[in-house]
């Protein structure tokens, strides 16, 4: 874990070493003053402290440097994942998940298209999603950097991203639940990819009076198996597990000493259901009257084998083992934490599980061994209404440290410090999880979420940078009206104490947890090879054009153009067709130059691809309007990019 750490010295102290000359300067120092002097300029006129500068310096990227660490952060609202480097905390790419995005063509050809359809529900054309939970794929724990994962807590959705073109494969749900929050996160090998339901239902759709929630509601958990060959999660290879009508919240999936078991948050185990205007207690407060709610503890290497074993139902096409299998088969236990608790994370040996809670003032860690020998010797402190053994909390823990208020969420270094977000407060504590003793907090602006620290909930954390997810910006930047960016802020671990680094405001809805992973790791393609490929298959596409053979075709079901896309023109760039036929697009980059996209719109078609180096796609639409149609290419590709265009002529 500490491989990394001298790589970061040598420039730290190369940069230190100005900043000293900077500061000798000003001392009265040089007369051959030179840069250093400037600096001291730079410094009065722009107002900034020694940290200030310091930060600056740890934090400056100059052109051509690339960062240290990717951030991959939920899109919130978006729909989408971001992609920032650290320290420059710039922002690097939007991968186009759930919503439409135009740059990169998405949901405007075919293929993509297909692809975000096949994430409709109910009827519906789902055109956005609340993402919240990225999971890099792990191999032994650790970051492979190979496929990430996220969960749409609005429509119960997960999405699987190749990190080898950083670009959406697959979106699959169930409609076993109507949406989630316990998710995405995944098992030491990225076996499983955990969903975790979140507001209860009944179970795969259809109505139910609310008055019957205690009986007719229920939670669940979806664990989706992932095909690490192919690529792709296997629905037909996942299952769930029934929960109480809690409101599970999230999840962590055990590792090392713990691998084999989730571990799975609820709050509202008053089963409260709101009706404030009738008569009962809003869901906020009736679900906050118990002192306790529930750590679900799930052995998902047993519940594998009775799924296998065939003791499950089919619900809405889900293998389902139901509530009573889990109690009968012990592969379900609970134990109480603290009020309304929001994060559990397992330490990176896996033998501990840090919960927090949004009303405790307290994080809580709980010993995996301590619960592994009480389940063995089904010594309960009582079931729950259902029937589900629970664990006594007092014989569960280790201990507790006082945080501050509202705890959230927990990452880890690898020097056996935790790291607590504290929203209330809005402050980042650092905590000795040695002797459990509160070290440090630094305070951040403002309301920070959740928190990540490099590789910060991996067996391996690196340390060295935190950043906090805060919910409210407030003050920090230029005014754009009521509605604000949120703030993340890049905080430096390597000093006695910490550092805040850099603000980066994020202005395309609210990231809920994100996860850092060294940048070495990450091995992305430049261009699709062989050319005409289809990203969406990582084949090549069986209409892929090569040089040569392009041309215009009437075939049964309608007109074929193969076209082929290079600096600086398309070819054929003249599309002759008549009205009402139906036209199939197929259009190839077939350049291999790093960086050599080109785009492709036809207005009044609504047709906008990006075709990146390599890469095959194919559009079919109605010519249901006759007219003169400019087609060009929309990525400044050359000096003749503006000639990089041609007509769709539409006779009537
Ligand atoms: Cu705390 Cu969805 Cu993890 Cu929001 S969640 S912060
Ligand atoms: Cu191709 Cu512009």
């Known amino acids: 874990m500490r491989r990394t750490r001298l790589s970061v010295i040598i420039p730290t102290v190369a940069l230190a070493a100005i900043f000293v000359a900077a500061l000798a300067c000003r001392a009265g120092g040089g007369a051959s003053a030179g840069a250093s002097a400037g600096i001291q300029q730079l410094m009065q006129a722009r107002n900034l402290s020694e940290e200030n500068v310091t930060a600056a310096l740890k934090t400056y990227t100059p052109t051509g440097v690339k960062d240290e660490y990717y951030i991959f952060a939920s899109g919130g609202h978006s729909g989408q994942v971001l992609v920032i480097g650290v320290p420059s905390m710039r922002i690097l790419k939007v991968i186009a998940v759930f919503t439409p995005e135009p740059w990169q063509g998405y949901g405007y050809g075919d293929q993509t ?71 995405t996160f995944v098992t030491p090998n990225t076996e499983y990819v955990i969903e975790g339901g979140q507001y209860p239902a009944p179970l795969g759709g259809g109505y139910e009076p609310i008055e019957s929630y205690q009986e007719k509601y229920r939670g669940a958990v979806i664990f989706w198996k992932f ?48 009706g404030n205007a009738e008569g009962n207690p809003p869901l906020e407060s009736g679900a906050s009257q118990n002192d306790m ?68 003032t307290h994080a809580t860690v709980y010993s995996f061994e301590k619960i592994k020998a009480l389940i063995e010797q089904k010594k309960y402190a009582g079931m729950d209404g259902f029937g589900v053994p629970i664990l006594p909390f007092e014989e569960t823990i280790r201990g507790q440290v006082e945080i501050g208020l509202g705890p959230l969420h927990t990452q880890f270094d690898g020097d056996g410090n935790a790291y607590t977000s504290v929203f209330i407060e809005s402050a980042a504590a650092k905590w000795s999880l040695k002797d459990l003793q509160l070290i440090e907090k630094i305070p951040v602006h403002y309301n920070i979420g959740h928190i990540l620290a490099a590789e910060g909930d991996t067996v391996n954390p690196d340390g060295r940078y935190l950043v906090a997810m805060n919910k409210w910006a407030l003050d920090r930047f230029a005014d754009v009206g009521p509605l604000l960016p949120q703030n993340f802020q890049l905080i430096d671990l390597t000093g006695e104490k910490m550092q805040l680094l850099a603000d980066l405001p994020i202005p395309i809805g609210e990231p809920h947890y994100a996860q850092m992973i060294k940048a070495d790791k990450i091995k992305p393609i430049t261009a699709y090879t062989p050319v005409g490929i289809n990203p969406n298959t990582d084949q090549e596409d069986p209409f892929k054009v090569v040089g040569g053979e392009e041309g215009i075709e009437r075939k049964a079901d309608g007109v074929h153009v193969k076209m082929t896309a ?62 003169v149609f400019p087609l060009y290419c929309t990525e400044f590709c050359s000096a003749l990019h503006l000639e990089m265009a041609g007509y769709l002529l539409v006779e009537p």
């Open 113 to 183: 298209t297909e692809l975000l359809r096949s994430g409709d529900r109910d009827g519906m054309q789902l055109n956005w999603a609340d993402t919240h939970h990225p999971a890099l794929s792990e191999t032994g724990g650790d970051y492979d950097g190979q496929y990430l994962f996220i969960n749409d807590k609005a429509n119960a959705r997960v999405a699987v991203i190749s990190l080898h073109d950083f670009t959406t494969k697959q979106i699959v749900y169930s409609d076993l639940i109507r949406n989630d929050h316990g998710g």
């Open 227 to 274: 095909d690490r060959e192919k690529g792709r999660i296997v629905p037909e290879q996942s299952f769930a597990m029934e929960l109480p009508p809690y409101m599970q919240d999230l999840s962590d999936a055990g590792k090392l000493a713990s691998d084999g078991w989730a571990f799975i948050n609820s709050f509202n185990t008053e089963m409260s259901y709101g």
């Open 293 to 360: 709610d529930y750590l679900h503890i799930i052995n998902w290497r047993k519940a594998e084998e009775l799924v296998a074993a065939g003791k499950f139902e089919t619900i809405a096409g889900t293998r389902v083992i139901r509530l009573q299998t889990a109690i009968d088969e012990g592969i379900l236990h609970l134990v109480g934490e603290p009020k309304s608790p929001h994060g559990v994370d397992v330490t990176p040996d896996g033998t501990e599980m840090v919960v927090s809670g949004k009303l405790d």
């Open 566 to 627: 290079v600096r600086s023109h398309f070819t054929p760039d003249t599309i002759r067709v008549k009205k009402g036929d139906t036209v199939h697009l197929h259009i190839t980059n077939v350049e291999q130059a790093h960086d050599a996209t080109h785009g492709f719109a036809i207005a009044s078609y609504n047709i906008n691809l990006s075709l990146e180096p390599g890469e095959h796609a194919n559009v079919t639409f109605k010519a249901d309007k006759a007219g």
